[in-house]
């Protein structure tokens, strides 16, 4: 551990006081008066005392020695460096999720640049996953390209981190707002305890959510490598959160050899939930391949409902009149990887598609997308288009 002493007067003073108060609160300190400036804080420790005096005002022209004289006392009670704390008071109000990768034969701290890519990517999509499966109703096997609103403005207020010592870590942080009445002044007030408010925010909701479904996923791993589950141990854990995409994603965090990997949480002080254990979860490189079959599995077995499809006809196949099969080149909506799609369509819509094909114009279809081997199949084919060119006036 480095035992750094934090002497830069700017990042001292940028900590509020607000940030400091709910910082000791959470470290179990006890407000024990408040006077002009300062407000004094106990904690008793294997039966020795110790006091910090917190400054009230931001304004105050010693106040980043003040906040320095509070990190040297937090420094010796909590036997760690004042860099940490200073990180942790800096995010008392932020969920931190971390992903600590252990990728073999590299020098500590440093990932391959392709896997270093995936692992960032990847991350967000856990992140997405899980925002999205937090209302019961969309607790889906296959979840969709194209995400609601509520999900894509929580994503845009997700912040990358900076990783830390020892092996490659990427870091999330979620901003939560505190748990305060409406009403509740300040932090300063002695009721603060009993002001907690029971509901927990979005944003909660989709750290915790991100917690629960990624254990789900790694017990059901474990059946289905121990035991006779096999692919219905994910199936099971849908209603956890378990998705395709959900182990997409987590598998893509192992990288392309499969390093092993630990995600761990790190709730906000802000807003404490002391009745929650949320021990690290560690992948090994025996999950890895579990997680992808289980996504193509569920892929196969359960279909993506109201997929939408852009592109262009590249294959028709009709014994005489009637129905035929139709490929298309194109993209799900939501999404910019080119794939193909095979689609069973009526007559009066492949007629559409010979046209389509021989004028080399664009089509749309919305369907339920199956896998089946390796070929993307569109079940219940609707609202088949051709797309023209708009004429500006």
């Known amino acids: 551990m480095i035992q750094a002493e934090v002497t830069d007067h700017a990042a001292l003073a940028a900590r509020s006081p607000l940030e400091l108060a709910m910082y000791l609160r959470s470290q179990d300190w006890t407000r024990q008066s408040k006077s002009g400036t300062s407000a004094q804080w106990i904690k008793v420790v294997d039966g020795a005392e110790f006091e910090a005096l917190q400054p009230l005002e931001s304004t105050l022209r010693d106040y980043p020695a003040r906040v320095r004289d509070i990190l040297q006392v937090l420094a010796v009670v909590e036997g760690r460096s004042q860099l940490d704390i200073l990180a942790d008071i800096s995010n008392v109000s932020m969920d931190v999720h971390t992903v600590r990768a252990f990728p073999a034969g590299n020098v500590p701290g440093t990932i391959g640049l392709d896997d270093g890519v995936q692992a960032f990517e990847s991350l967000r999509n856990v992140v997405a996953a899980a925002a999205y499966s937090v209302r019961p109703d969309q607790a889906r096997a296959v979840q969709p390209a194209r995400k609601p609103a509520e999900v ?10 900076p990783g830390s010592e020892g092996s490659f870590v990427l870091s999330v942080f979620t901003p939560v ?15 603060l305890p009993q002001a907690m408010e029971p509901a927990e925010p979005f944003e909660r909701q989709v750290s915790l959510k991100i ?38 994603a987590l598998a893509g965090l192992g990288g392309e050899s499969g390093h092993p990997f630990e995600l761990a949480l790190r709730l906000a002080p802000g807003r404490p939930l002391r009745t929650r254990q949320l021990p690290p979860i560690r992948f090994r490189h025996d999950h890895l391949p579990v997680l992808v079959a289980a996504a193509q599995g569920l892929r196969e077995r359960i279909p993506e409902e109201g997929v939408l499809i852009v592109g262009n006809v590249v294959r028709l196949h009709r014994e005489e009149t009637g129905s035929g099969e139709v490929s298309i080149a194109g993209v799900i909506e939501g999404e910019d990887r080119l794939r193909r799609f095979w689609v069973n369509l009526p007559q009066a819509d492949y007629d559409q598609a010979v046209r389509a094909h021989r004028e080399m114009l664009s089509v749309s279809v919305r369907g339920d997308l199956v896998r089946r081997a390796t070929r993307l199949h ?11 060119d708009l004429v500006e006036p």
């Open 211 to 248: 917690y629960d479904a990624v254990r789900a996923a790694y017990d059901a791993a474990n059946e289905a490598l121990v035991g006779p589950a096999g692919l219905d141990a994910f199936t099971t854990a849908v209603r956890d959160g378990v998705s395709a995409n959900l182990c997409e």
């Open 177 to 191: 707002p505190p748990r305060l009445a409406s009403g509740q002044a300040s932090l300063f007030d002695e009721d």
């Open 378 to 388: 569109l079940r219940n084919p609707t609202a088949f288009q051709v797309l023209t």
């Open 152 to 161: 894509l403005k929580f994503l845009r207020e997700v912040r990358f981190g």
